[in-house]
């Protein structure tokens, strides 16, 4: 089903800011499918992914598909004026999305977030001209420059298109913050691989990534932890500062001797910082679409709950419990309470401090698991936007409380990249 994400909701079909009536209304519209049912709520999407582009102010948003994984609401963001292009996250994913097929148009913008050591996925990239014009792959070292040769000698195939990554985490009087991506840290570092990059046969450089994780990734208002939030908040003004002074001069650097096309950088949680830098030309983003619990920690901005599941009451243990059937879709990163799923409906719902979110049953006591049967239904959101994917085949769409439709993920299409 083709997904219209061109007019954003009216106020008075934003049911999400009532939960009482936002969540009994999925209910309702998916009451004829067994749980476990995940569904989209088509005027939530519509309206995250328009705050998108507001707090982008005009710099171009490139779908970062982690964070989605259905081709569908890929395919729709795209068709909105402000977004363009793929961030992949495997070239295997950036290779189907850029060959199309039958039902689905090749996607001609794709550049692979991560580096690549596919070398199967190598190969057809490198001895298609179709589609080494569509997909450019990330480096950060000679290594990657030597694998891809490796593979296919420069004579035997196609240029290949490569960007280079700059690492965008902050040294502070605590060392490193950020994530552990290349290690191309200097404007001298970006300037030296840039060099090498451009005098190789078989490459062209076209453009640059600099993801500031500690500032696109890191709520600056965790639930609970003033203490903790007021130190996100000073290390993450501090982190802007040297950021925008040191990625302009690595951006200058390589400019001077590649044409770039593109220079990337920011997140969902860092659109209005990374579009308001001269140096960056577009923001890969993707988490905003789908709203995962993850970014109810941030003050600026606060996503519609776009994306949840629903699994179903299948025992009480005693009269103040309710037992879930699954529940365990625990989101990737540092094992904490804040990576399980979060019971939204009904509210007031707590895990088992000795079971929490189980692979086959999740038991939950509260003011409100006294009053759930067998059979009823409990909503979640997953910490994670694109995660969330791997667990179902299909979403269902609800629209105007009712479902309207549904859309395969990317497992329902048979892919599992990672």
């Known amino acids: 089903m083709m997904i219209d994400l061109e007019a954003p909701p009216q106020a008075s079909r934003r049911r999400w800011d009532n939960a009482a009536l936002y969540w009994p209304s999925l209910t309702s519209a998916?009451?004829?499918?067994?749980a476990p049912v995940a569904v989209i709520e088509l005027d939530a999407l519509r309206a995250n992914a328009h705050d998108m582009l507001s707090r982008a102010d005009g710099k171009p948003i490139r779908v970062a598909s982690k964070s989605v994984r259905v081709r569908a609401v890929v395919e729709a963001a795209l068709a909105l004026p402000g977004y363009h292009g793929v961030l992949a996250y495997s070239l295997d994913e950036a290779l189907w999305l850029a060959q199309g097929d039958a039902d689905h148009a090749p996607i001609d913008d794709i550049v692979l977030g991560y580096p690549t050591a596919n070398r199967a996925a190598i190969r057809r990239l490198a001895t298609s001209p179709e589609l080494a014009?569509?997909?450019?792959?990330?480096?950060?070292?000679?290594a990657h420059l030597d694998l891809i040769d490796g593979v296919v000698a420069p004579g035997e195939r196609e240029s290949i298109r490569v960007a280079l990554e700059l690492d965008a985490s902050w040294f502070g009087p605590a060392g490193r913050i950020g994530v552990f991506r290349s290690p191309v840290h200097t404007a001298d570092e970006a300037g030296d691989l840039a060099a090498h990059i451009v005098g190789r046969k078989g490459f062209t450089l076209v453009g640059m990534m600099a993801y500031e994780a500690q500032i696109a990734g890191q709520g600056d208002a965790p639930r609970g932890r003033p203490a903790y939030a007021a130190t996100v908040r000073w290390m993450q003004r501090n982190s802007r500062a040297e950021l925008l002074e040191?990625?302009?001069?690595?951006?200058?650097r390589v400019r001077g001797m590649a044409q770039l096309e593109f220079v990337n950088g920011g997140g969902t949680g860092s659109l209005e910082f990374t579009g308001a830098d001269p140096s960056v030309t577009e923001i890969g983003a993707g988490s905003g679409l789908l709203g995962g619990h993850l970014f109810d920690n941030y003050r600026g901005f606060t996503p519609a709950p776009a994306a949840a599941f629903a699994l179903d009451v299948v025992r009480k243990a005693d009269a103040r419990t309710a037992t879930i059937l699954g529940g365990g879709w625990v989101a990737s990163g540092p094992p904490a309470v804040d990576r399980l799923p979060r019971p939204v409906w009904p509210t007031g719902l707590r895990m088992a401090p000795r079971e929490m979110a189980g692979e086959v049953q999740t038991p939950?006591?509260?003011?409100?698991?006294?009053?759930?049967?067998?059979?009823?239904?409990v909503w979640f959101r997953h910490t994670k936007s694109g995660e969330l994917s791997e667990h179902v085949n299909e979403f269902v769409l609800v629209e105007g409380g009712e479902a309207v439709g549904t859309v395969p993920t990317y497992r329902g299409d048979g892919k599992a990249f990672l």
């Not at 998916?30 to 067994?34: P, S």
């Not at 014009?133 to 070292?141: G, H, N």
């Not at 040191?246 to 200058?252: D, E, I, K, Q, W």
């Open 364 to 377: 939950v006591s509260g003011p409100n698991a006294a009053g759930l049967r067998l059979g009823d239904r």
């Open 246 to 252: 040191r990625r302009a001069a690595a951006v200058a």
């Open 133 to 142: 014009s569509r997909v450019t792959l990330m480096v950060d070292s000679v």
């Open 30 to 34: 998916t009451a004829h499918l067994d």
